[in-house]
Nanobody, 113 residues
Framework: QVQLVESGGGLVQPGGSLRLSCAASRSIFSFYGGWYRQTPGNEREMVAAITDGTSNYASSVKGRFTISRDNAKNTMYLQMNSLKPEDTAVYYC?????????WGQGTQVTVSS
């Protein structure tokens, strides 16, 4: 079992920044880690993913969000800049260990003036 705990969400004005963190109970992000988001009535969508060599982003966040990880701390991050109201959602992190996908509990991000 791996526990993932997100933090860093909150209320921010349009144009502002937030950094989300996802702390894992053990090493899980070395080869893959992902950030997803979900709004009421919609499916969860991939925001960013990081593998052992590359990072991928949804077109809606490319150039504004940056995914990173610190393997020594078993932590993954999502730096979100130039936030827009449409970025408002619950953000989830995930990772895979031994073929099992683990999810965090989610953290709310609200972009509003």
């Amino acid at each position: 079992q791996v526990q993932l705990v997100e933090s860093g969400g909150g209320l921010v004005q349009p144009g502002g920044s937030l950094r989300l963190s996802c702390a894992a109970s053990r090493s899980i992000f070395s080869f893959y880690g992902g950030w997803y988001r979900q709004t009421p009535g919609n499916e969860r969508e991939m925001v960013a993913a990081i593998t052992d060599g590359t990072s991928n982003y949804a077109s809606s966040v490319k150039g504004r969000f940056t995914i990173s990880r610190d393997n020594a701390k078993n932590t993954m991050y999502l730096q979100m800049n130039s936030l827009k109201p449409e970025d408002t959602a619950v953000y989830y992190c995930n990772g895979v260990s031994r073929g099992v996908v683990y999810w965090g509990q989610g953290t709310q991000v609200t972009v509003s003036s």
